[in-house]
């Protein structure tokens, strides 16, 4: 897929979500949301700060039932079966809650609430305040920002407001593009995510070229493309977490995959 045609799909799935939050909003407006927000009393960021001290880099294991680029992960998941799974050694849990692209759902996060005290990430296309409070209400701790799709205003805005819920951010970059742009806002944590966006290939050196332009003082995630202890090891010292889900899931031993990327 040619970056015109990546960039054309995440339009669309940024004008279906703005649709998406319109519809959200007339069923239910954004000041009855504010009336039952309460802060989050679980630290995302604390959960993984210092891991580039660590033997491994932490875990943020992600709960995921399917991707545009893999089709289905794991057609038949439980989310309470894998979270509780997660809550071994994850320092963290994602939740991937866009219904149309990836088969998540906000009650998919309500469920891994119900079932951990780990710190959780809605990972979605956030765009707007009103899913800040949906995440809160939903039992998030953390929310994926997407400096790809934000503008550095919309990202410091979205940062401030994600602040006053008791929020923490994880701000995804692609590139040196991206990161620049990210580097301009208050983000403390930032996740480096390895796929090409021109060429949709995978490669952890998208990482390991960027680390040393990041100030040290902020908490660095890797995504996309872990599959392996090896993959956690080339990353160790590197980063602070690292971001798995499609090799967790697509396993029949989502355990024994755990513990191969955490002991």
């Known amino acids: 897929m040619c970056l015109d045609k990546l960039m054309n799909f995440l339009q669309k799935i940024v004008e279906n979500k703005r649709g998406e939050v319109a519809t959200a909003k007339l069923a239910q407006p954004i000041e009855t949301l504010r009336e039952f927000c309460e802060p989050?009393?679980?630290?995302?960021?604390?959960?993984?700060?210092?891991?580039r001290k660590e033997k491994l880099s932490k875990l943020i294991a992600?709960?995921?039932?399917?991707?545009?680029?893999?089709?289905i992960i794991r057609g038949n998941l439980e989310v309470a079966e894998?979270?509780?799974?997660?809550?071994?050694?994850?320092?963290?849990?994602?939740?991937l809650t866009d219904q149309k692209f990836f088969g998540g759902s906000l009650e998919d996060l309500d469920e891994a609430n119900s079932v951990t005290a780990v710190p959780l990430l809605r990972k979605d296309f956030i765009l707007d305040e009103y899913q800040l409070l949906e995440a809160r209400m939903f039992g998030a701790d953390a929310t994926l920002l997407i400096a790809k799709i934000l503008e550095i205003e919309e990202l410091e805005k979205l940062l401030a407001q994600a602040r006053?819920?008791?929020?923490?951010?994880?701000?995804?970059?692609?590139?040196e593009t991206d990161l620049q742009k990210v580097l301009q806002?208050?983000?403390?944590?930032?996740?480096?995510?390895?796929?090409?966006?021109?060429t949709l290939a995978i490669d952890l050196n998208t990482t390991l070229n960027l680390v040393n332009k990041i100030p040290p003082e902020k908490i660095i995630v890797s995504e996309s493309g872990i599959s392996s202890r090896a993959d956690v090891e080339k990353l160790s010292g590197k980063v602070d977490a690292v971001l798995v889900g499609t090799a967790l899931l697509q396993g029949?031993?989502?355990?024994?995959?755990?513990?191969?990327?955490?002991c």
């Not at 989050?40 to 891991?51: C, E, I, K, T, Y």
């Not at 894998?82 to 939740?95: F, L, M, Q, R």
């Open 252 to 262: 029949n031993n989502v355990k024994s995959k755990l513990r191969e990327l955490t």
């Open 40 to 51: 989050s009393n679980r630290d995302f960021r604390a959960a993984l700060q210092g891991g």
């Open 62 to 71: 992600e709960v995921k039932r399917k991707s545009p680029s893999e089709k």
């Open 82 to 95: 894998v979270v509780k799974i997660y809550n071994e050694s994850a320092a963290a849990i994602s939740v």
């Open 164 to 175: 006053k819920l008791g929020l923490d951010c994880l701000v995804e970059v692609h590139d």
């Open 185 to 198: 806002t208050s983000a403390e944590i930032i996740g480096v995510n390895n796929r090409n966006l021109d």
